[in-house]
């Protein structure tokens, strides 16, 4: 396998497009992301599009409106790793050595909706009748998990919020851009306990995409070109209760293992990471899950200040975070996470998220992520999970 | 088609891990045990997940009584549910774990406890429109 880059990404606002089509959107940052490489549409010799909702053809109809120059189309449904899955298959169709130069795309129109998983037959469904089996369930459960083991408290998930509604300020392609303290995040209207409103990610439509070849041909296009270090991909092995409540941690910390071997670098390493804050309470599992600190540790990791921008917490939230901060505790890893602000306010079309996540990374490798910037970046880690159940781990470096 | 308009409504589970007896007292909960890995499956299986055995499997009657492993309450809902209301998934005495609602207490954090004693009993929850019933298992502070 040789070595595989990343030369060119962009992706759109996320928000909701209602007079666009799914096509259009993902044109859009697939136009946006050859602009960003110097490519054109001829350089690109493969297509790999995720998309949730219109798997059928879906690449083929980004490119009816981008590009039609009949290259080969892969089209990729993996819950919300979808986008990364197809930015995996670009990278292993580098790698491998088929292709010096394809084009990863992820996309998703998902409107108002409402909540993932709510849908059914009344006479039939299950949801409220034999427990309940839409997301915020699955994530509000998950999150007890962890307090009925370590006595985590709702504060605690509160403030991975705080944090990424905060970091959001400074990332204008967020869906919301919206500060929230702890009172507000704690007293809004409760979804599942224990994540209200403001701990759980929106719905929304939005595309990213990514211009992945060959290190030997990213030298042509660019001096700056950002190295895919690891590209891993995990299914759920099998667990007591994991057909009952959907494990989400064992195969991220499995994918998390094969990653860290992949690229020789460790949790300690990185600079930042984008983990799948879907729910608040699944951005602390993720910090122990991916090793930034030890199991039990998530708490105070949030409070201690090293996943905020510039590795500490800002004077405003100082008050916010103390009663829930110990003055001992020494972080493992220093890894900002979700400067994007996460999926929590930057919104998650859940085909698009895959990519954007690996665009939020380049950015900053890059030093191009405006006032969110995570000071001298060398090394970044972008996290995704889908139920039921895949998991992806892309590490990017220099 | 004729014989099927002739049919009279039926009472069926919900869910297939669901056994439906002559009254509601009667009902159970079925799992399945693999025979060569001796895993225990809440419901029918025709294969092992764990072990790839293409069965055979042994159909066990579950324990009616558990314990709470975890819970949430449920505020925002499906349009035809009543919120809010307690999921929780509870592991029964004897092995097996189910994904159910508790209900004989009011929906409030300060009411439920991880590991708290619980106790299955079965409801008519739905008709179809054919006029068929159907029949869910919840749990009860035992």
């Given at each position: 396998m040789r070595e595989v880059a990343i030369v060119g990404v962009s992706m759109i606002k996320f928000g909701r497009y209602p007079d666009r089509d799914f096509s259009q959107l993902a044109a859009q940052a697939g136009l946006d992301a050859l602009k960003d490489a110097g490519?054109?549409?001829?350089?690109?010799q493969a297509l790999y599009s995720g998309n949730l909702y219109a798997t059928s053809g879906s690449g083929q109809r980004v490119l009816q409106q981008m590009g039609q120059t009949g290259i080969p189309v892969v089209n990729v449904a993996n819950a919300c790793a979808t986008g990364s899955t197809a930015l995996r298959e670009a990278f292993f169709a580098v790698a491998s050595g088929a292709y010096d130069m394809v084009m990863a795309v992820g996309s998703e129109q998902m409107g108002k909706q409402g909540l993932l998983g709510s849908r059914g037959d009344p006479a039939t469904s299950l949801e409220g009748r034999v427990g309940s089996y839409m997301m915020p369930a699955v994530f509000g459960m998950a999150g007890m998990e962890h307090a009925r083991e370590y006595g985590t408290q709702t504060e605690h998930f509160a403030l991975a919020s705080v944090k990424n509604h905060w970091h959001s300020?400074?990332?204008?392609?967020?869906?919301y851009q919206k500060e929230s303290p702890l009172d507000e995040v704690m007293n809004a209207?409760?979804?599942a306990y224990p994540n209200t409103l403001l701990m759980c990610c929106p719905t929304g439509d939005g595309a990213a995409a990514a211009v992945v070849c060959s290190m030997e041909k990213a030298r042509q296009f660019t001096t700056q070109p950002i190295k895919i270090a690891a590209s891993v991909l995990t299914s759920d092995p099998f667990v007591d209760r994991g057909l009952t409540l959907p494990d989400i941690n064992t195969l991220t910390r499995n994918a998390a293992k094969i990653a860290y071997e992949q690229s020789g670098i460790g949790p300690e390493d990185l600079s930042q990471v984008e983990l799948h804050d879907c729910f608040a309470t699944a951005e602390l599992l993720h910090y122990e899950n991916l090793g930034l600190c030890g199991d039990g540790e998530a708490g105070k990791h949030v409070a201690s200040g090293a996943p905020w921008i510039g590795n500490k917490v800002p004077a405003k939230y100082q008050e916010d975070v103390e009663p829930f901060a110990d003055k001992t505790y020494k972080p493992k890893s220093k890894a900002v996470v979700n400067a994007s602000g996460g999926l929590l306010s930057k919104g998650h079309p859940l085909g698009a998220t895959g990519v954007a996540n690996v665009a939020e990374i380049v950015w900053h490798l890059r030093g191009q992520a405006g006032d969110r910037q995570v000071e001298n970046s060398k090394a970044g880690l972008a996290h995704v999970i889908g139920l039921c159940s895949a998991c992806t781990i892309h590490i990017l470096t220099k | 088609m004729a014989e099927k308009a002739a049919t009279a409504p039926e009472t069926r589970p919900l869910v297939p891990h669901l056994t439906l007896g002559?009254?509601?007292?009667?009902d159970y909960l079925n799992g399945s045990r693999c025979k060569n890995c001796n895993t225990l499956y809440v419901g029918p299986r025709l294969f092992c997940g764990k072990c790839s055995a293409q069965g055979p499997f042994e159909s066990v009657r579950l324990a009616s009584e558990g314990e709470v492993h975890v819970w949430t309450i449920i505020h925002q809902a499906t349009p035809y549910v009543q919120a809010p209301y307690i999921a929780a998934i509870i592991d029964l005495k004897g092995g097996g774990s189910v994904n159910t609602n508790i209900v004989?207490?009011?929906?409030?954090?300060?009411n439920l406890k991880f590991g708290m004693k619980v106790k299955m009993f079965t409801e008519k929850v739905s008709e179809d429109r054919e006029g068929n019933s159907y029949v869910a298992y919840r749990f009860k502070p035992a």
């Open positions: 490519a054109q549409m001829k350089d690109i300020t400074m990332n204008p392609l967020a869906q209207r409760m979804i | 002559e009254t509601r007292e009667q004989g207490i009011d929906p409030l954090p300060e």
